[in-house]
């Protein structure tokens, strides 16, 4: 699909328009289910210009997700049957993103051009540039590598999909003229700070957009000491990626957060210190369920996020409400105790959980990978030992078959029953 083709359909379909990529009464809907880049870009091509509702979809979904994708297809199906419907039902939240919402379960956050659209607009105000190039590493059928897709076509910007494992390896593309960005997860940035090469061509961004999991101090320090223009941000699938974003400058300076709202976007709190996030990116709900009355300025996600706002009305991710451990009547953040036991430099990779437990409700366990180097526990570090007593781990378990996702995210239920099974 030439680039303009595609913007027209993004950025400028209107409710009962016909044309390219609105979808008709009879359409039947199109899964968009491709690893590679190239076949992933024609797919969504095609299935644009098929008029269809479109499913994105992971390629390494396993039966679970594959059978929640049937049901809700068909669910699709059913209603192009019933014939003609509402112009603003059979337009608006044309293209399904896959998200675990906020209960970790499959859903399927309802985009079109409008919501897709405003993110863009957002994001090159943010960043004061006209044209977006982008670098690719993160999957397309996820919506941070999706976005950066779209930032790229709906601006007239150049998007450079690369294969992770070759970036890592030492493969990297050329990044000349206007102003570069790439979108890395937390895990990237830490392997790519091993390579001094690496760091190099890191160091020629215009911004390294690095989300989808917390970053631990002494990874911050790491980037900050090589001068990297890290832009740490926050967003959702069900805000179109990046809801928030702090500058390079800010982040050379010292600053930890996740930045100012992007433009499009406000930033509020529940009394409970609930993220909420407000404006025209955001989603127009789980499919089938469809929003076409709310005014786009009006819309609204409640996340399943802990934050507070600073002085400077910059957000503060404390964690997920739902990953807090309480253990001997106290709460214990994973987060902070992954963040001590990073620092300690024996872990490839760590997560913390919390299992039940007789004495203490629940205990604190940390996991890493099997099949990688064992931490040293000789070390008082690698124990946690900077935490306070009741926060650190009371069991490190090995989990042979490692289940963090390509976007940085922990399946944390797949850890709990990795536990089980080698507790059994």
Same mark, same amino acid.
């Given at each position: 699909?030439?680039r ?12 009962g ?13 199109s ?161 790519l +700070? =091993?390579? !001094?090469?690496?760091?190099?061509? &890191?160091?020629?961004?215009? @911004?390294?957009?690095?989300? $989808? #999991? ?31 974003a ?19 976007v406000?930033?509020?709190l ?9 404006g ?7 499919f ?20 507070? +706002? =600073?002085? !400077?009305?910059?957000?503060?991710? &404390?964690?997920?409400?739902? @990953?807090?451990?309480?253990t $001997? #009547? ?8 992954e ?26 366990v ?59």
């Amino acid at each position: 699909m030439e680039r303009l083709e595609l913007a027209r359909v993004l950025a400028r379909r209107r409710p009962g328009e016909g044309g390219l990529g609105a979808t008709h009464p009879g359409s039947t809907p199109s899964i968009v289910d491709e690893r590679d880049p190239g076949r992933f870009m024609a797919s969504f091509a095609s299935a644009l210009r098929s008029g269809a509702q479109v499913f994105l979809a992971d390629p390494s979904w396993g039966p679970a997700e594959r059978t929640v994708l049937a049901e809700l297809t068909s669910v699709a199906e059913e209603q192009c049957e019933d014939g003609p419907v509402a112009s603003s039902r059979s337009d608006d939240g044309w293209l399904m993103i896959p998200s675990g919402g906020t209960s970790g379960t499959l859903k399927f956050a309802r985009h079109d051009g409008a919501t897709l659209s405003a993110a863009v607009r957002g994001f090159a105000e943010r960043f004061g540039v006209e044209r977006i190039n982008c670098v690719g590493v993160l999957p397309l059928h996820h919506v941070s590598g999706l976005m950066g897709w779209m930032r790229a076509e709906l601006t007239g910007g150049a998007f450079l999909p690369w294969d992770w494992k070759h970036l890592e390896s030492g493969s990297r593309p050329g990044t000349g003229g206007g102003p570069w960005f790439i979108s890395l997860v937390p895990t990237q940035l830490h392997r790519l +700070l =091993d390579s !001094r090469s690496a760091v190099e061509w &890191l160091r020629g961004f215009r @911004a390294i957009l690095v989300g $989808g #999991g917390p970053v631990w101090p002494a990874l911050a320090s790491a980037a900050a000491e090589e001068g990297l223009p890290i832009s740490l941000t926050y967003g959702t699938t069900e805000t179109a990626a990046m809801a928030t974003a702090l500058s390079p400058d800010d982040f050379l300076a010292g600053g930890r957060d996740s930045g100012a709202p992007l433009p499009h976007v406000r930033i509020g709190l529940s009394p409970e210190g609930v993220i909420r996030v407000a404006g025209p990116s955001v989603f127009r709900g789980y499919f089938p369920a469809l929003d076409a009355a709310t005014p786009p300025e009006e819309r609204e996600f409640v996340t399943g996020d802990l934050g507070r +706002l =600073d002085d !400077r009305g910059h957000l503060v991710v &404390l964690g997920r409400k739902d @990953a807090v451990i309480i253990t $001997g #009547g106290k709460k214990v953040d994973p987060r902070e105790v992954e963040a001590a036991l990073w620092a300690s430099g024996e872990f490839a990779d760590v997560a913390v959980v919390g299992i039940p437990d007789p004495e203490w409700g629940e205990a604190v366990v940390a996991c890493y990978p099997g099949d990688q180097r064992p931490p040293d526990f000789t070390l008082p570090a690698a124990r946690g030992g900077a935490l306070a007593a009741y926060k650190r781990p009371r069991r490190f378990e090995a989990i042979p078959n490692w289940p963090r996702n390509a976007q940085g995210k922990v399946n944390r239920a797949a850890l709990l029953e990795a536990i089980r099974v080698h507790r059994a």
